[in-house]
């Protein structure tokens, strides 16, 4: 899910990106074609570049200025309306939507008049329309996708806060790479691996296939974190490993943790949770991770990630409630909502949870 969110926020991005190289694009011909008669009109809004012309005809014909102002005035407002839905898009994607309705008021327009002209500039410029148009579509569908997907994080957190047990327990709950460790322990153990045993190169060509097929939505984040674990299978003594792993690199926990410690912290992560498991012990807290098994690096059950990580909080400690939260990932947002109080930390850096129109 938290894979078709960074999805929906990209068309959000895109539509607000061709809107605004729309306005840039529309200025600079406006510019060439009021200084170069015959000058093409192409990429370019119409509407605006319409009214210029009328100005630049009045004032041709010896009308009074006022014309050319008035003119100017318009397109130029017109203009900020399209750039100003580009950046207030940015907080609350709805504003993509009057940028559509002008848009296509702008490309109705421009049929109209040249739909008995047709030449390579005017079906450059409707291509041209269609472009920004279609992208604006996708931007606007991706914002209800992302009300939808914002209402089934509701329903899952007050899956957690609504029900009322006598015995509920308050912990402090913490994600674990980069949040209390410096880094990625599922990272640095593969380099760790990788150096003793350069053996395990063989793998690197469908890890870095897997990696491709994840970022372009053909695999989802479980099946492309079992062909980067799949190198498990080449680790003789995976026990033995792991112990001398975390003897080098227990010092990444970071100092902050140590001021917050409690015994009844309870940690939460997407790495494996028999990689965890030596450092846990060590720092004597209970664990929640994702169920891999170390022999073939296969799961069992979906990797420990976004909105999984409320569900499995539940199901292995329904009476526990957050009273602190400390995670790097916005993708722990649904976490984040259930808890007191909740803490983005961004390297040493720890600040309060941003609300969703900071993000």
Request: glycine content about 2%; hydrophobic content about 45%.
């Amino acid at each position: 899910m938290n894979d078709q969110k960074v999805k929906f926020k990209k068309n959000i991005l895109f539509a607000r990106k061709n809107l605004v190289w729309m306005v840039v694009l529309t200025i600079i011909t406006m510019l060439l074609s009021s200084l170069f008669s015959g000058f093409p009109v192409a990429l370019s809004a119409f509407v605006p570049q319409f009214a210029l012309k009328i100005g630049i005809l009045f004032h041709e014909e010896g009308s009074v200025d006022w014309y050319l102002i008035a003119s100017i005035a318009y397109a130029a407002c017109l203009l900020l309306s399209y750039y100003a839905c580009a950046v207030l898009a940015k907080k609350h994607a709805s504003w993509l939507i009057p940028a559509f309705a002008l848009f296509a008021f702008d490309a109705y327009m421009l049929v109209m008049f040249v739909r008995t002209d047709f030449d390579i500039a005017a079906i450059v410029n409707l291509i041209f329309h269609l472009w920004v148009l279609y992208y604006l579509v996708l931007g606007i569908i991706a914002y209800y996708k992302l009300r939808q997907l914002a209402d089934k994080n509701k329903t899952i957190v007050s899956a957690v806060e609504t029900e009322v047990n006598p015995d509920e327990v308050w912990v402090n709950l913490y994600d674990f790479d980069r949040t209390i460790y410096r880094g990625d322990s599922s990272v640095d153990f593969y380099f760790y691996n990788l150096m003793n045993d350069q053996r395990l190169m063989k793998y690197l060509p469908k890890q870095v296939v897997a990696s491709i097929n994840y970022k372009m939505h053909r695999k989802t984040k479980t099946q492309m974190k079992e062909v980067l674990y799949s190198y498990f299978n080449s680790i003789e003594d995976m026990d033995t490993t792991l112990i001398k792993f975390w003897r080098k690199k227990a010092k990444k926990i970071k100092k902050f943790y140590a001021t917050t410690r409690r015994d009844d912290d309870i940690i939460i992560s997407a790495s494996p949770e028999f990689m965890l498991k030596p450092i846990m012990d060590k720092m004597n807290v209970t664990c929640i991770a994702s169920k891999v098994d170390k022999k073939t690096g296969i799961y069992t059950g979906l990797n420990c990630y976004g909105e999984e990580k409320v569900l499995r909080l539940k199901q292995q400690f329904p009476n526990v409630r957050i009273n602190d939260f400390y995670s790097d990932s916005l993708a722990d947002t649904p976490l984040a909502k259930s808890a007191k109080r909740a803490f983005l930390v961004k390297g040493n850096k720890i600040s309060p949870w941003p609300t969703e129109s900071e993000y």
